[in-house]
């Protein structure tokens, strides 16, 4: 009998594993990976009890190598303030466990997290990331289970962010911090596109419409300077305050200037596929392909698995991975898959797809801590959260999973609020 090769014994060992887990290679399998996440919530609500109860003034933010490596498998909270930008991603996560599950005690928790960010509708603006702490904690609470209370909370802080708009440049001012420090009197970064949902949300809903204006007039500068003619974008666009013009474009978190950093790609193919949901114009549903285009196109280049290097533009050969990019890029392309012509759409729901089969396969925590995924990298030229557990990428799995069991459903990928 003629000897099976080692290549075949491979493809029969993948098979039964495969048929074990019930799913095909490369297909996502939605019931086991939310049903994971529902289990890793609840690890890590009880490794934030302390003394018998919860600070719900303390957020989960990373998981570090340095911690698995010496046995740490909580989250490392930092203080529901306006300085921390990822105070509203874990009242957010257990929003959408909230939403999965059902569970009174889930939604006792995702309540009593998301309470402690309500003051920022009173105070001055710190900066830009409004959006990220108040619409993803508020916002998802009043999709669920909507309350005038949490309506006043987002439309007071669209107002407060509506404070950073600068009319002569037409953008939100990002850093007010950074106007001084690096001599970028008006800045703006890529993730601020995400900010704008909230916007488009309290406009609708009492906050005028000034907000909607705002919000556009943000999309359309950006549009117009913030990319480079392939649709890669920069991570900072500076302005100048005095004639509005666009003065350069810069990197802060990226390899280098002219690099395209994986997560700022992700935020603008998130932030225009949202303002085409918002706005139905079709300029933005062009642009929003032509950003996820390159991104699509230049994946292979270096990340054989859909999960992309930090910065697409790393040279060296042990550059860390982003997962947090891929779950907000595979999150966005499941709703702008909804938006296109049917062949484009299936395209770009496949490769979500694939990014999602990844995750699950290969990045997912298990019992190594109580993330639901490892291998996200925060701010690599300043050493910060390399190869970790970053509490944004949870964020979006989450919410990309939900996405496509509805889609699964045939229910219509829906926005935060
Ligand atoms: N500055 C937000 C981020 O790291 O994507």
């Known amino acids: 009998m ?23 290679y490369g297909q996502v399998d ?48 930092r203080p529901a303030t306006p300085e921390e930008w990822c105070g509203g991603f874990w009242p957010g996560v ?7 599950s059902g569970e009174a005690y889930i939604g006792r928790q995702a309540r009593n997290y998301t309470a402690s960010l309500g003051y920022l509708a009173d105070r001055e ?14 916002g998802n609470g009043m999709r669920l ?9 987002i439309v007071g802080t669209a107002g407060q962010l509506a404070k950073l708009f600068n009319p002569r440049v037409g953008t939100i001012l990002s850093w007010p911090r950074e106007v001084g420090k690096q001599g970028w009197p008006h800045n703006t970064i890529m993730d601020n596109m995400m900010n704008l949902e909230m916007l488009f949300w309290a406009s609708r809903n009492g906050g005028g ?42 990197t802060h978190q990226g390899y280098d200037d002219r690099s395209m950093w994986a997560r700022g790609q992700s935020w603008a193919i998130y932030g225009y596929t949202m303002v085409y949901r918002e706005t139905h114009d079709p300029r933005f549903l062009a642009f929003a392909q032509k950003v996820t285009d ?75 801590c109580v993330s639901f995924l490892l291998h996200s990298t925060g701010h690599h030229p300043a050493g910060s959260e390399i190869d970790a557990s970053i509490i944004y990428a949870d964020y979006y799995y989450y ?9 699964q459903r045939g229910l219509p990928v829906l926005g935060i609020g």
């Not at 491979?10 to 594993?17: E, G, H, T």
């Not at 289970?145 to 909370?153: E, G, L, N």
């Not at 919410?399 to 889609?407: G, Q, V």
């Open 30 to 77: 939605v019931d086991r990976d939310l049903a994971y996440c529902h289990r890793q919530v609840a690890r890590a609500l009880e490794g934030l009890k302390k003394n018998g109860g919860w600070d719900y003034a303390q957020m989960p933010r990373n998981i570090l190598a340095a911690d698995l490596e010496q046995g740490r498998t909580q989250w490392n909270c």
């Open 399 to 407: 919410e990309a999973l939900l996405r496509l069991r509805r889609l």
């Open 294 to 368: 390159i991104y699509l196109k230049r994946l292979p280049e270096r990340s054989k698995d859909w999960i992309p290097l930090w910065d697409f533009d790393d040279p060296s050969a042990d550059a860390p991975k982003d997962a947090s990019a891929a779950c907000v890029v595979a999150s966005a392309l499941l709703e702008l898959s909804g938006y296109v012509a049917s062949e484009k759409g299936a395209q770009y729901r496949a490769a979500a797809e694939h990014m999602l089969a990844s995750l699950g396969r290969s990045y997912q925590s298990g019992d190594r």
């Open 209 to 250: 419409k000034e907000l909607y204006d705002m919000a556009v007039a943000h999309a359309e500068t950006t549009m117009e300077h913030h990319f480079r003619p392939d649709g890669s974008c920069y991570h900072v666009a500076v302005y100048d305050t005095v004639s509005g013009d666009f003065i350069k474009g810069v």
């Open 145 to 153: 289970v909507p309350d005038a209370a949490y309506r006043d909370v």
């Open 125 to 138: 603006p710190y900066d830009h990331d409004l959006g990220f702490l108040v619409y993803c904690s508020f």
């Open 2 to 24: 003629k000897k099976w090769s080692y290549k075949w014994w491979l493809v029969v060992l993948c098979a039964a594993w495969c048929g074990r887990a019930g799913v095909a």
């Open 94 to 100: 257990l929003w959408y466990d909230y939403e999965y």
